[in-house]
Structures are given as structure tokens and as C-alpha cells.
């Protein structure tokens, strides 16, 4: 069985573009988003970690620290690093894992069903490390994941978008609804009633006696 909302996020060391990292140790208090690759200097990954190094300033604003892992050695990420630079306009400032060895890709569940990995003439169909993301919080614990096939290059648009909404309402009575954005209105849970939420969360826009509107916290 994968990894579930909630499950403690796999500790693990490895070497990276960091040095070696100790998961839990490296995450500390902060949020942190880890996301899978199937292998360095190939296409969609290429403008994936493009992507992440433009938004470098975003999920610091967030406070959010992010980590890449690939089944390819850290000397391999060093020569890739540049490819992604210039690509994607921004440095890839953010530790990238050696995880040839497949230890952090099968703990967190990140392989297809059928794949194995060969010593010689390897393809990314040949180790299959699916495009996954979890986004993990200060408390070690899985907040979200999304999965996506090889051939589809995630939004992370909607990563950071989902990464608000996780630490807006994270230990609170709040949801998010379809399609929010941050600072638009959010959900009170019908754990409080009208009494209270009003005290809570001030004013509500009721539109229908259990979906209840309020202004998104500051």
C-alpha cells in the first residue's frame, strides 16, 4: 500500500547536489515539497525542473523547501543543472537526490507497477519513476500527493496553488472550494455551527444551510 494522507513521510539519507541529506533532519520545521523525475537530460523533465527554479522565490515566500529525486547520480544532476538553467532562465538552486539505488522512490511509493532497472543501455521506461509530489509538513506528516504518468508534465501552477490551500487550512475548520485561489473565500467546516463560525471567522455568506463562506484568514 502507498503512502496515505497523514502517514509519516519515509525518513531517509542520500546523497544529493546538497551533499547528503538527512530527510527529516533537512525539513525541519519548515513545509517541504519532494517530487520525482524519471531521469536527468530528458525532455519533459527538463522543463519541469525549469519550472520549479523560476518558482524558487515563491515557495521561499512560502516558506517551503523543495527536493528532486532521480534515479541518476549526483554527478549526472550536476552536468543537468546547466541544461535546466538554461532552459528554464533560473538556476536550480534546490537539492536535487541520487536515488539510484531506488531506496527513496520505492519508500515513497513512486514506481509503476512493473518496472525493474538495468545496469546497462537504461531508459526512463526502464526504471518507470513516475512524476509524483507530496507536499509534507513541519510535522513530518503527508499532506497531499498527486501522481502523474511519464508522459504528462505536472502544472506547478497548481502545486503551489494546492500548497496554499494545504497551509491555509491545515489544523483549522476551513476548506478550500473547486477552482479556489489564494485570498478568494473559503469554506467553514460544519464542525462549527453558525454562532461560531461567525465569532471564529467573522461574517458568513450561506449558500445553502452546509456550504458556508467566510473571508480566507490573513
Known amino acids: 500500500m502507498g503512502l496515505r494522507i497523514n502517514d509519516i513521510a519515509p525518513d531517509f539519507t542520500a546523497p544529493s547536489t546538497a551533499g547528503e541529506i538527512r530527510f527529516h533532519e533537512w525539513l525541519g520545521d519548515s513545509f517541504g515539497i519532494i517530487f520525482s523525475h524519471p531521469r536527468d537530460f530528458t525532455p519533459v523533465c527538463t522543463t519541469e525542473f525549469g519550472a520549479v527554479a523560476q518558482l524558487s522565490a515563491e515557495f521561499a515566500k512560502r516558506g517551503t523547501k523543495v527536493i528532486g529525486v532521480s534515479v541518476d547520480s549526483v554527478q549526472d544532476h550536476e552536468k543537468w543543472k546547466k541544461d535546466i538553467e538554461a532552459f528554464g ?3 536550480a538552486d ?60 505536472r502544472n506547478f501552477a497548481e502545486i503551489l496553488r494546492a500548497l496554499d490551500a494545504v497551509k491555509l487550512t491545515d489544523g483549522k475548520p476551513l476548506a478550500t472550494p473547486a477552482n479556489w485561489q489564494a485570498g478568494q ?34
Open 89 to 91: 532562465g533560473a538556476p
Open 94 to 153: 534546490f537539492p536535487i537526490i541520487d536515488d539510484s539505488s531506488l531506496t527513496v522512490a520505492k519508500a515513497y511509493d513512486m514506481l509503476e507497477a512493473d518496472y525493474y532497472l538495468p545496469t546497462e543501455g537504461r531508459t526512463p521506461a526502464h526504471s518507470n519513476t513516475v512524476r509524483t509530489v507530496y507536499i509534507i509538513g513541519p510535522d513530518k506528516k503527508v499532506k497531499l500527493t498527486m501522481t502523474y504518468p511519464m508522459t504528462v508534465g
Open 185 to 218: 473565500d473559503v469554506i467553514v467546516a460544519l464542525a462549527l455551527n453558525n454562532d461560531q463560525a461567525k465569532e471564529r471567522f467573522g461574517e458568513l455568506d450561506i449558500k445553502l444551510p452546509y456550504l458556508r463562506f467566510a473571508k480566507a484568514p490573513k
